[in-house]
């Protein structure tokens, strides 16, 4: 059994922080992570290999070289190799361009029996990666997994839905996106933080090894342009109620009635 | 291609490095440098005062676009029952359509679904494109992808709009990638280029930490997600008489899904609706503790409203991901919305600011959340919460 997991390093949004100043990001002090509905996509793999010896897994990333982080902490916590895709010819590409990069990737790749896929990532929020490369390589997908069967070649899930879920049921391959609910990832292992770092099982590919024509990776191959970004506008400030707790809340309320909210 | 400095305009004042999200400029020699990290993203280019930092236009294969008019909305149905967000998006597609100057349609699939036509022409539709199929009675992704990517590369719709659900999220990037052409996810903001007529795209991302418009140039249709709540529903008007119903054969068999639909499992999750309740009370990590939320839940009960929790107390489990407010979570435009313990990351900030009023209580009178609040309480929240439930139980008795 072989598997693939895409995964992403992403800076950790809750800790960014807007000078109020300026208006900008303060990105001194944000941490670098595994995304966390990706952490729940190895783990699910991780799960079947603590099962069944034979099964090796493949995390995947596509990024700047100091992503190879990411896959180093994907093997630390059990995967069997990592590779990164970076190259300056794949920046600025939108979720067209990433898709067919990692998806020609996997191609090279050859064999495999399922991918397994973060629903989104934290820094996009954008959720099509996976239901895109599903698409380039031709096969079955299933979004949003929060619970996952395997028996044979046949796989089962629980799809969320915004009002319980959906059973499915699909033969491999095929790429699951999970989300968080679906389990607790683990954490990596000391012996296997050290052989990961002695042992070095990260591959660094480029579009030398994929060969893909320039105009369908990278900023050119993405039919979406950022045309200009922005810090959001803010609400303008109202007024902050004075006094003694009981006076405080007292002014709300009289506020809130006059103004019809209650 | 992409971003770049140019030196010899370099004035050394650093400003693009701290518009820089991802550590991508160094300052090498007083000069600004791009580094590895460099994703593209052009948050440099607006900070820069003195037009050092330029987007090269990027060369993209051409593609005839004109033959693409037309907006369409995906009327995403459940059960035989429309969606709110395919209201939303016509109300939205409406107001698209007559800046471009074009028709708009709705785009309705499922099995024995064409009774919903008159209630989308009522919302504005021109023309609802349906196409039936007994195997398509419940969504599935190789069914409708399929299905509906025939439809747009007959009629060749310029723009398609999805309702960004659990559905809408599967389908649309399956679709685009189909069709060749880009897809923007959940959007907040939709324009017409006044000189192109192209559909500019407004998201936020980096955790909703920056805002950025999207455009999609060079391809068709231009596609995108709109989170349910985000956009006001379409008004419902008279019916002209000239609405059409454009049927479109498909024969989808069962061979055609490969992915079986086994069973569908409704859970306690109905009850979390956080987009259509009229009074939110949020909580955040200022509470200190999982149980703070039964206090909320009290002046929740008190007020007629629900709870709603900010990402921190969420990813803390503290609180089920279907409660959170913000961009990862739920877009909400109540009534009334209280943030109590919740310091106003711009993640939250942009699910909830378009509430009607907002009321923060917090310790910290330096807290963000202050500058978007129309009252600000500064206090222990646990002082001035069980005094405001007090309060408001006063003014309903009197």
């Given at each position: 059994m072989k598997i693939i997991v895409c995964i992403k390093q992403v800076p950790d949004t809750n800790e960014v922080r807007i000078d109020p100043v300026k208006g900008t990001l303060i990105r001194e002090g944000v941490p670098s992570i595994l995304n966390p509905d990706d952490k729940?996509?190895?783990?699910?793999?991780?799960?079947?290999?603590?099962?069944?010896?034979?099964?090796?897994?493949?995390?995947?990333?596509?990024?700047?070289?100091?992503?190879?982080?990411?896959?180093?902490?994907?093997?630390?916590?059990?995967?069997?190799?990592?590779?990164?895709?970076?190259?300056?010819?794949?920046?600025?590409?939108?979720?067209?361009?990433?898709?067919?990069?990692?998806?020609?990737?996997?191609?090279?790749?050859?064999?495999?029996?399922?991918?397994?896929?973060?629903?989104?990532?934290?820094?996009?929020?954008?959720?099509?990666?996976?239901?895109?490369?599903?698409?380039?390589?031709?096969?079955?997908?299933?979004?949003?997994?929060?619970?996952?069967?395997?028996?044979?070649?046949?796989?089962?899930?629980?799809?969320?839905?915004?009002?319980?879920?959906?059973?499915?049921?699909?033969?491999?391959?095929?790429?699951?996106?999970?989300?968080?609910?679906?389990?607790?990832?683990?954490?990596?292992?000391?012996?296997?933080?050290?052989?990961?770092?002695?042992?070095?099982?990260?591959?660094?590919?480029?579009?030398?090894?994929?060969?893909?024509?320039?105009?369908?990776?990278?900023?050119?191959?993405?039919?979406?342009?950022?045309?200009?970004?922005?810090?959001?506008?803010?609400?303008?400030?109202?007024?902050?109620?004075?006094?003694?707790?009981?006076?405080?809340?007292?002014?709300?309320?009289?506020?809130?009635?006059?103004?019809?909210?209650? | 291609m992409g971003i770049k400095i140019l030196a010899e305009e370099c004035k050394s004042c650093t400003l693009c490095v701290g518009a820089c999200p991802f550590d991508a400029i160094d300052m090498i020699d007083n000069i600004a440098v791009m580094n590895e990290n460099c994703t593209n993203c052009g948050a440099c280019v607006d900070s820069c005062n003195f037009g050092a930092i330029i987007r090269e236009e990027s060369e993209v294969k051409e593609k005839d676009l004109t033959e693409y008019k037309g907006v369409w909305v995906y009327a995403e149905q459940r059960e035989g029952k429309l969606m709110d967000v395919a209201v939303e998006l016509l109300g939205e597609g409406r107001r698209l359509a007559d800046e471009i100057g074009c028709s708009l349609s709705a785009v309705l699939l499922g099995d024995n679904v064409k009774g919903l036509a008159d209630e989308l022409f009522e919302y504005g539709a021109e023309a609802v494109y349906l196409s039936e199929n007994e195997n398509m009675k419940h969504y599935t992704t190789d069914g409708y992808a399929k299905v509906l990517t025939n439809m747009v590369n007959e009629y060749k719709p310029e723009v398609v709009l999805f309702g960004a659900t659990h559905i809408g999220r599967d389908l649309a990037p399956r679709v685009a990638a189909r069709v060749d052409t880009g897809l923007t996810a959940d959007c907040t903001r939709l324009e017409i280029d006044p000189g192109e007529k192209g559909l500019m795209q407004t998201r936020p991302a980096f955790g909703g930490n920056i805002m950025a418009t999207i455009i999609c140039p060079k391809h068709r249709p231009q596609m995108a997600t709109v989170r349910p709540g985000v956009m006001k529903k379409a008004e419902k008007r008279e019916m002209t008489g000239k609405e059409r119903i454009i049927e479109f054969k498909n024969d989808l068999s069962l061979e055609d899904l490969r992915v079986k639909l086994l069973d569908i499992v409704k859970g306690k999750k109905a009850l979390v609706n956080l987009e259509d309740t009229e009074v939110i009370v949020s909580g955040g990590r200022g509470l200190?503790?999982?149980?703070?939320?039964?206090?909320?839940?009290?002046?929740?009960?008190?007020?007629?409203?629900?709870?709603?929790?900010?990402?921190?107390?969420?990813?803390?489990?503290?609180?089920?991901?279907?409660?959170?407010?913000?961009?990862?979570?739920?877009?909400?435009?109540?009534?009334?919305?209280?943030?109590?313990?919740?310091?106003?990351?711009?993640?939250?900030?942009?699910?909830?600011?378009?509430?009607d009023t907002i009321v923060a209580i917090n310790r910290n009178p330096d807290a963000a959340i202050f500058k978007v609040a129309d009252i600000g309480i500064v206090g222990d929240l646990y002082d001035v919460v069980p005094k405001l439930i007090t309060a408001i139980e006063e003014m309903k008795s009197a």
């Open positions: 729940s996509a190895l783990e699910e793999a991780l799960r079947m290999k603590d099962e069944n010896k034979e099964v090796h897994i493949t995390v995947i990333t596509m990024g700047p070289p100091q992503a190879k982080e990411v896959l180093f902490e994907g093997i630390a916590m059990g995967a069997d190799e990592g590779i990164l895709l970076s190259d300056r010819a794949f920046a600025g590409a939108d979720t067209w361009a990433t898709s067919n990069t990692i998806a020609k990737a996997i191609e090279k790749i050859g064999k495999y029996d399922l991918i397994f896929c973060g629903r989104q990532a934290i820094d996009g929020d954008t959720a099509q990666v996976g239901p895109q490369i599903a698409e380039r390589l031709g096969i079955p997908q299933v979004s949003y997994v929060q619970k996952f069967f395997i028996d044979g070649d046949t796989v089962k899930v629980h799809r969320a839905m915004e009002d319980g879920y959906e059973v499915l049921e699909a033969k491999t391959p095929i790429l699951l996106t999970t989300i968080k609910e679906l389990n607790v990832g683990r954490y990596p292992s000391i012996p296997r933080i050290i052989k990961a770092f002695r042992e070095d099982p990260v591959k660094v590919w480029t579009n030398r090894d994929l060969d893909i024509p320039q105009t369908d990776i990278g900023l050119d191959g993405s039919p979406t342009q950022v045309k200009r970004s922005f810090t959001p506008e803010q609400k303008g400030a109202g007024q902050i109620l004075e006094g003694t707790t009981d006076e405080k809340v007292r002014k709300l309320v009289e506020i809130l009635k006059s103004n019809n909210e209650l | 200190g503790k999982k149980e703070g939320f039964e206090l909320l839940q009290k002046l929740a009960d008190s007020l007629g409203g629900v709870v709603g929790a900010s990402r921190a107390v969420v990813d803390a489990d503290w609180i089920d991901h279907d409660f959170q407010v913000g961009q990862t979570g739920k877009t909400v435009r109540p009534r009334l919305y209280f943030a109590i313990g919740i310091s106003g990351a711009i993640q939250h900030i942009a699910g909830m600011q378009g509430s």
